[in-house]
């Protein structure tokens, strides 16, 4: 029998008693120690290193392709290696990094993410390499690959673990092994429960690899006892292609066969060869993250906390791009995962159709008053656009939201990002940039914060034809394909922000301001300040009738209400600027308000949604007022938009900036 891939610290005898042979298969490898000399690997140059203790190495070939193509084997680096040799006499190379005992876990993937890192700046590696995945490697592989499906070019599995249930848990028909499983729930800290409810083996979250189109070839006896082929490789093959994707088993039941069908012979391995290489060659033109983002001021203040204190609370500010799952999620499980000992208070502040305007006055009791925020994720771009929020508004909306939270906390680190949608991809294709884009890089720039342009990387890459808007992207509501992306450029950011010198910077001064009216003190005013006539009434508890849809937040609330012509409000305050938002359903109608006796100004409160939705609806009276009290008065008119069913106005919160 053959030695087992990887087992260079157990002897194998040719006879030995097969319950030893496997569990040979079952312990992982010994690390190999590392050495600063170059050695030589089946007739190639091998250039050996060490990444936070973990024995790395490259082996070059003798005439390197252009773009530097590699192969990436995730374990048993000795094992099957012809595949290997035919790669290096046709010029690429392969890498490995002996991450063993660890079973493809969080504390792994940090250090492939360190080894990748590595070797695209040490070796100029190209960015997608082919990933080869043999037997327990594929927990690393697919592990990975999950986590960056834009940085892979193809998978390649043997025989691969798909389901630790399977592998190492034993719990279907497979054979299992007691101390692998045990030690598989010490490395992810769970119990017997947690172990067996785990979610993210191989099988499962394909989506973002489906998205990035990667090409999937395993290798597989159907005789497998050790890892049956009906609970790994068939179920990720099968979810693999009905979320679209491309996935290929060859079956090799030729004899003979060893190790209860884990082993068997590879009779062309140039065929695996042939399949790694038309994948990861030529090396696609790529176009960098980090020409999309500016890190500026960094964030060393959120820095500090998660690696000294070891307590942070991360916020996440902006519309439905936030509010629904994606790349959130991936932000929240990287933090978690890159500091794994630090205590993290996530606050997911995304409310679909808001933009900065209302940003700005809900800052306060969406975010502000749960408690201090170290690092905070603000977006506004998109929906700016789609609520025809002008120019200045945009500005002092942003510069308003961050000197608020500076004054909240001054040691509080934001990251502002511009997503993408049509109107920027127009925009560009005009040779011009989005108003929203440019306003947001201004505010970002003048107080020093790390801004990430992702409408201008979405506009160049698809004319670098990386990827297309229609088969990739989709929608201005991303698909997985955009989710991942916008978290690979957030990723990329924090990593550039985490190289920097990690210390806690002193409170910086607040520069002169963009504009003097912003809305650096943005709040709610409650409705129950309104002096109401007979035909408004708060209904404490407001939920539509019609059956249209809501916004959470805007519903099950208390609501100012009228829906008769001449319906009057008077509202006395102070501050710089006033407002109201609203819920603006089918049954909408037109407002007029005068400020201080001035002359009325009339109000659609109908929108473009409003026929199929009660949207929140964010409308700016005055925000040029002078210091001082003031006094509104609103009334219902007798006018409404063609569209609409009534004359209603649902009044959720007057704006006020004092």
């Not at 392969?94 to 079973?103: E, G, L, R, T």
Request: proline share 6%; net charge neutral; glycine share 6%.
């Amino acid at each position: 029998m053959a030695a087992l891939p990887g087992q260079t610290t157990i002897p194998m005898l040719k006879y030995y008693f097969t319950f030893c042979v496997l569990l040979c298969f079952i312990l992982p490898a010994k690390a190999q120690q590392a050495t600063p000399l170059n050695t030589k690997w089946k007739g190639f140059e091998r250039v050996n290193f060490s990444i936070e203790g973990h024995d790395a190495y490259y082996v070059k070939p003798n005439k390197p392709l252009p773009g530097n193509p590699w192969v990436w084997r995730s374990s048993f680096a000795d094992w099957h290696t012809d595949a290997d040799s035919v790669l290096l006499s046709r010029g690429m190379y392969v890498a490995y990094i002996d991450a063993d005992n660890q079973f493809g876990s969080p504390q792994a993937m940090q250090v492939w993410d360190k080894f990748y890192a590595y070797l695209l700046k040490a070796a100029w590696f190209s960015t997608k390499p082919a990933l080869e995945a043999v037997s327990r490697g594929g927990l690393y592989a697919y592990a990975w690959a999950k986590r960056n499906p834009d940085k892979v070019s193809c998978i390649y599995g043997e025989t691969p673990v798909c389901d630790i249930i399977s592998w190492p848990g034993g719990k279907g028909t497979g054979m299992g092994d007691t101390t692998s499983w045990k030690q598989f729930k010490q490395v992810f800290g769970f119990t017997e429960e947690q172990a067996l409810a785990f979610k993210d083996n191989p099988i499962d979250n394909l989506e973002g690899l489906a998205a990035f189109h990667v090409p999937i070839l395993h290798y597989i006896s159907n005789a497998d006892k050790l890892v049956p082929v009906t609970e790994n490789s068939n179920i990720l093959v099968k979810n693999y292609k009905a979320l679209g994707g491309t996935a290929t088993e060859i079956v090799i039941d030729k004899k003979p066969q060893e190790l209860f069908g884990h082993h068997f012979i590879i009779e062309h391995p140039e065929e695996i060869a042939d399949f790694l290489m038309s994948n990861a060659y030529p090396v696609k033109s790529v176009l960098p993250y980090n020409d999309y983002y500016k890190v500026r001021g960094a964030i060393n203040n959120f820095l500090y906390n998660v690696n000294k204190k070891k307590k942070a609370t991360v916020a996440f500010l902006g519309g439905s791009i936030t509010f629904n799952p994606g790349w959130r999620d991936k932000v929240t499980a990287y933090l978690k995962e890159r500091y794994p000992n630090t205590q993290f208070r996530f606050i997911a502040a995304g409310i679909p159709s808001l933009g900065s305007l209302p940003h700005a006055f809900r800052l306060k009791r969406d975010l502000l008053d749960s408690g201090k925020i170290d690092l905070l994720f603000l977006e506004a771009a998109v929906n700016d656009r789609a609520n025809s929020t002008d120019s200045l508004t945009q500005v002092r909306d942003l510069e308003g939201i961050i000197v608020h939270a500076k004054c909240a906390n001054p040691m509080v680190d934001i990251i502002m990002m511009e997503f993408a949608d049509p109107d920027k991809n127009r925009d560009y294709a005009l040779g011009k940039t989005p108003e929203e884009v440019a306003n947001h890089e201004m505010v970002a720039s003048r107080y020093g914060l790390p801004s990430i342009n992702i409408a201008k990387e979405v506009y160049d890459k698809i004319k670098n034809k990386e990827f297309d808007w229609d088969r990739d992207f989709k929608d201005l509501h991303p698909a997985p394909f955009g989710q991942e992306l916008y978290f690979a450029n957030i990723k990329a950011l924090l990593q550039a922000c985490s190289d920097s010198i990690n210390k806690r910077l002193h409170p910086q001064l607040h520069p002169k301001r963009l504009n003097a009216a912003s809305f650096v003190n943005g709040n709610y005013y409650s409705i129950n300040n309104a002096k109401l006539d007979a035909n408004w009434s708060i209904n404490p508890n407001w939920t539509p009738t019609d059956g249209l849809g809501t916004r959470p937040g805007f519903v099950n609330i208390p609501v100012l209400s009228a829906d008769k012509p001449g319906a009057e409000l008077t509202l006395n305050f102070t501050g710089t600027a006033i407002g109201m938002a609203i819920v603006s359903g089918s049954d909408a109608g037109m407002v007029s308000y005068t400020i201080d006796g001035r002359s009325y100004k009339n109000i659609d409160l109908y929108t473009q949604w409003s026929g199929g939705l009660h949207l929140p609806w964010y409308i700016l009276f005055d925000g040029n007022l002078k210091a001082g009290k003031h006094i509104v008065k609103l009334k219902i008119s007798d006018q409404h938009n063609p569209n609409s069913k009534g004359y209603a106005c649902r009044i959720v919160n007057f704006l006020r900036s004092e």
